[in-house]
C-alpha cells in the first residue's frame, strides 16, 4: 500500500514512533543536530498514526532497506534480479526506482569477493593512503585479516589514515579501482561514495587479532591522542557486553558503581539488561531495577557517559588480563 499523502520526513517520523523510543534513541545517536531538530519536530505534530499507515511505512522501510543491501553487495543487476524473485518484476522496478535518486553502489566490490591473502599482494606495497582508501570499502573482518598481515609500521600508519579519511574525490576513486580492477581481471562497479573515518576504523582494528591492535593503539597514543581515544572509546560499546561470558561480567559488575550501572542500564536491549540481571542475586537485581524505574526522565548525554564508564572499566579488566575480549582475528580465546 503506497502513502503518496506523506513526505519523507513524515514517514521518518512514523517509522521512529513506531519503533519505539529506546530504538528511536539509539536511532538520534547517528543523526546530525538539524537532522534531530527536525524529526523531533515531526514527530511532536504526529499525535495519531493509523495501524495501516504505521504497517505501510513498515514495509516501505524493510523494502527499501533489503534493496540498498542487495544493491551494495552486487549491483543494481543484481538486486533486480533477487527482488524480482521475492516480490515480482512491478514491484522490484518500483523500489529500485524510489532508491534511485539517493542509491550509490560501493566501489571495490570485486575486491570485497577476493581472498584476503591474494589481495594483499596486491596492495601490500602500495602507499599506505592508498592501502588506507581500498581498506575503508572492504568488510570490517576481511579488512582485519588484511591489516594484521601488513609489517608494524605500516599497520599503525594505515589505520591512522583509514580513521582520518574523509571523501575522496571520484577521480581519485575510479583510478585506484580501475588499477586494481586490471590486476585482479575482474569487472568493478564504479561509486563515488564516502568511506573511512573513525568508525570504519574500529570496525577493523575490531577484527585483528589481540596484539595487532595493542600495536597500534600504543602508537596512535604517542602521535595523536585524541584520534586513539576517540578509537578506544568506540572499539567495545556498552551493549558488547552480552558477548562477555558470565565470569567476566560478575568481575566487571564488582568494578562499577552502581549509580552508573543502573543508569547506564535506562535504555539498555533487554538482552544487555538480562545478562547483568541473571549474574547479580535477585535482591540485588530487585534493587537495581528499582533503582532504574524511579530515576524518572534522564538526559541521554547522562546514560551515555555512564555506559562508557562500564566501558572504560572493561578495558581496564582486559588490559590488567583480568578478562578477554574475544576479537575476530583471533583463532583462539579463552575468557
Known amino acids: ?163 582520518l579519511l574523509d571523501r575522496t574525490t571520484p577521480e581519485i576513486l575510479k583510478e585506484i579501482e580501475e588499477t586494481l580492477e586490471q590486476r585482479l581481471s575482474a569487472f568493478a562497479v564504479e561509486d563515488y561514495t564516502m568511506a573511512g573515518g573513525i568508525d570504519t576504523a574500529v570496525e577493523i582494528l575490531s577484527m585483528v587479532d589481540r596484539a595487532t591492535e595493542k600495536t597500534i593503539i600504543d602508537a596512535l597514543e604517542e602521535e595523536d591522542p585524541e584520534l586513539a581515544e576517540s578509537i578506544l572509546k568506540r572499539m567495545f560499546v556498552f551493549e558488547d557486553i552480552v558477548t562477555l561470558d558470565d565470569r567476566s561480567i560478575q568481575k566487571v559488575l564488582r568494578e562499577v558503581d552502581t549509580k552508573d550501572l543502573a543508569l547506564a542500564l535506562k535504555t539498555a536491549s533487554e538482552d544487555v539488561a538480562g545478562r547483568i540481571y541473571r549474574n547479580m542475586s535477585k535482591r540485588a537485581a530487585d534493587m537495581l531495577k528499582e533503582d532504574i524505574e524511579f530515576m524518572g526522565p534522564v538526559r541521554l548525554r547522562d546514560i551515555e557517559e555512564a555506559q562508557q564508564k562500564v566501558v572504560a572499566t572493561i578495558r581496564r579488566l582486559e588490559e590488567a588480563g583480568e578478562i578477554i575480549i574475544s576479537r575476530g582475528g583471533e583463532d583462539e580465546v579463552v575468557v
Open 1 to 163: 500500500m503506497p502513502t503518496p499523502d506523506l513526505s519523507g520526513k513524515q514517514k521518518a517520523a512514523v517509522l521512529l514512533v513506531s519503533l519505539g523510543p529506546e530504538i528511536a534513541a539509539q536511532i538520534y545517536r547517528h543523526l546530525r543536530d538539524e537532522e534531530i531538530e527536525t524529526l523531533t519536530r515531526e514527530i511532536a505534530n504526529t499525535s495519531h498514526v493509523r495501524a495501516d499507515v504505521r504497517d505501510t511505512v513498515l514495509n516501505e522501510f524493510y523494502e527499501m532497506y533489503i534493496a540498498r543491501e542487495y544493491v551494495e553487495q552486487g549491483g543494481i543487476d543484481y538486486a533486480r534480479e533477487l527482488l524480482e524473485k521475492a516480490l515480482g518484476a512491478a514491484r522490484a522496478e518500483a523500489i529500485l526506482s524510489r532508491l534511485a535518486s539517493t542509491i550509490t553502489t560501493r566501489p571495490f566490490s570485486v575486491a570485497r569477493k577476493t581472498d584476503p591473502g591474494q589481495l594483499l599482494n596486491f596492495i601490500q606495497n602500495e602507499h599506505p593512503q592508498t592501502i588506507a582508501l581500498i581498506l575503508a570499502y572492504l568488510n570490517p573482518e576481511q579488512a582485519g585479516m588484511i591489516l594484521s598481515a601488513l609489517p608494524p609500521e605500516t599497520q599503525v600508519d594505515v589505520a591512522k589514515r583509514v580513521a
